[in-house]
């Protein structure tokens, strides 16, 4: 499945080069980490990160809480930002841009870097409303353009079909897994390159939860996408690239299947085959 | 497993004798209730005749109506509500959303609370000094105040405020702005966390997140408490006593610089008078001041619900 065509969409996302038919094996990295190190207070939560993140394809975070899975990835939005005392050393860029720097424009980055989190959590607004509240912030839009953008982020997200009908009612009345294909839909409107993904399924029943995962296959040719799960079958379904996080250090990263069938480290074998964390 | 089986038998009753006793202490207050109303009700009905709105006081008790004060609460209680609901509602905003946990803050807050403690006549005293006579910096010395504006328009300001509508309106706001900010702090605290955050990861400013996601949310729950504050304010008389307002007046508030007085006052003075009829027309008095209450929490709940259908799956 792909997105339409994103008319009346002044900034579309940038298209790649290496796009379509001639996509080498591994496509040049989005995000990259480099020495990278993150504090929460006095607590060292990510000790001497290296890692690159390639586009267009979904990176999976696995390790066992606390490891610092998602500390990294809420350093890619700089949602760390609200939390007093979290700092980060080291670089961490995206595109090659510093993401780090302290009078980075966090509106813009964030325009660029959408996330989706462990609860669905719409806002009490209608289903319409919720997706166009990013597109309304970012930019002054005629009612035709944003109905447009609304149904093509609805779309996206393969929800459009069972919400066409109710499009102005309140999107608590959602179920679980409808809500959080809303939130996916409510983070592509704004047209982002990166999704962060923290747990998105561990709030759903298992039939949501494979909806969403078929969400993710489709949308991984459009968007670098990065996935926080505790579920070590859904990383080995949707993702490309594994990384393993342990006690704050990354232990191994890489192709999926490898790190699944034959990954180098003990550590990394023994947690993926279900015998600790 | 050690010591002896409780049977069933002993736990059924106690769980049925702590149910009569919940039942008991319910009753008490709900009978005191029903026998205060029903009273009230037999003495105060006969006396609700079309003239008891349209007439002002008097010394008469067969001519005397409510019409200054009911127009009096009215005027000040909504004149009280413009101030304290934009200014608690801004307080709490900052308190929640913005402020750092500093040691100032935790003080800040703290004092709110105490004050939400404070006997209503302190700020009897304080409206009078602050608001009433300005602490004798405005206006000449005999007491005449300084005019700004037109004395005849709407908008037009007496320093000091002495007796008006705004003085009482602005010494009422003391006494519920604590409650104000801290219903409005409790309702913002119970909007989820996810909901500031997905506001801020789609790139909303922390403003935009508090105007269009926060502030939304916490509306009906605001707008309750603000009501339950109202209802105080509407039968408040001793910060109204010590501020020196009138007790018998013969016109109705036409701006906020016009003397008015209260349902409460008006009820006190009546029940305070030796003569039974006098006591009727308190009971009569009763009965308005409860129906203004009511009519203020049924339009609360009225705009609570219209402002949760919005939202509401």
């Known amino acids: 499945m792909t997105v339409p065509a994103q008319s009346g969409h002044a900034t579309p996302r940038p298209t790649t080069q290496h796009g379509g038919m001639t996509a080498p ?62 700092r980060a050393e080291g670089s961490l860029t995206l595109d090659g841009e510093s993401l780090l720097d302290s009078g980075r424009d966090l509106v813009e980055l964030r325009r660029r870097v959408g996330m989706v989190f462990q609860k669905p959590n719409p806002f009490p607004k209608s289903v319409y409303d919720n997706i166009a509240f990013g597109p309304r912030l970012h930019r002054h839009m005629t009612r035709s353009e944003l109905d447009d953008l609304v149904e093509q982020s609805l779309r996206a997200a393969a929800i459009w079909s069972e919400v066409k009908d109710r499009l102005h009612q309140s999107a608590l009345g959602l179920s679980g897994g409808q809500q959080q294909r809303l939130c996916i839909a409510r983070a592509i409107a704004v047209g982002p390159e990166v999704l962060l993904m923290d747990e998105p399924c561990s709030a759903l029943d298992p039939r949501s939860t494979a909806s969403i995962e078929d969400l993710i296959r489709d949308l991984r040719s459009q968007f670098t996408i990065v996935i926080v799960t505790h579920n070590m079958q859904q990383a080995a379904r949707v993702s490309d690239q594994t990384a393993f996080f342990f006690e704050g250090r990354l232990v191994e990263c890489g192709p999926t299947d490898t790190i699944f069938t034959n990954p180098r480290s003990k550590q990394t074998e023994d947690y993926v085959t279900g015998r600790f964390g | 497993m050690t010591g002896t089986p409780r049977t069933a038998a002993s736990r059924l009753l106690q769980n049925r004798l702590f149910l009569a006793l919940c039942l008991a202490c319910t009753s008490v207050a709900v009978l005191a209730l029903a026998v205060l109303l029903v009273s009230v009700l037999v003495q105060g009905a006969p006396g609700l005749r079309w003239d008891f709105f349209s007439e002002y006081a008097s010394r008469k008790p067969e001519r005397a109506g409510i019409l200054a004060p009911l127009a009096g609460s009215i005027w000040v209680c909504v004149t009280c509500m413009l101030l304290s609901l934009p200014l608690g509602v801004a307080t709490a905003v900052y308190l929640e959303e913005f402020a750092r946990r500093s040691r100032l803050n935790r003080f800040i807050e703290l004092n709110v609370r105490n004050l939400a403690g404070v006997p209503s006549i302190v700020y009897g005293i304080i409206g009078l000094t602050a608001f009433g006579r300005m602490f004798g910096l405005v206006g000449a010395a005999d007491g005449t105040p300084v005019v700004l504006g037109d004395p005849e328009s709407f908008f037009h ?6 007796q008006s509508v705004l003085a009482g309106g602005l010494t009422l706001m003391l006494v519920i702005l ?47 408490g603000a009501i339950l504050a109202m209802s105080r304010a509407v039968g408040e008389a001793a910060p109204l006593l010590v501020l020196g307002i009138p007790l018998f007046i013969a016109s109705t508030p036409e701006s906020l610089m016009d003397p008015f007085t209260v349902l409460p006052f008006q009820i006190y003075s009546w029940a305070s008078r030796p003569q039974a009829a006098f006591h009727d027309l308190a009971a009569s008095g009763i009965i308005v001041l409860l129906a203004v209450l009511l009519s203020f929490n049924a339009l609360a709940i009225y705009l609570r619900i219209r402002l949760q259908r919005s939202t509401a799956p």
């Open chain 2, 157 to 162: 300001l007496e320093l000091p405020l002495g």
């Open chain 1, 25 to 86: 094996e591994t496509p040049p990295a989005s995000i990259v980490a480099g020495g990278f190190h993150a504090w929460y207070g006095g607590h060292h939560a990510i000790q001497d990160l290296s890692l690159s993140i390639p586009r267009e394809r979904v990176t999976a975070l696995i390790g066992p809480s606390g490891c610092g899975k998602s500390t990294f990835l809420r350093w890619i939005n700089r949602m760390n930002d609200m939390i007093p005392g979290a």
């Open chain 2, 178 to 224: 604590p409650i104000v900010i801290i219903a409005s702090q409790e309702a913002l605290r119970a909007v989820p966390r996810g909901l500031r955050q997905s506001s801020l990861a789609l790139g909303a400013t922390p403003w935009q997140t508090t105007w269009q996601v926060t502030l939304p949310a916490a509306a009906p729950t605001i707008l309750t």
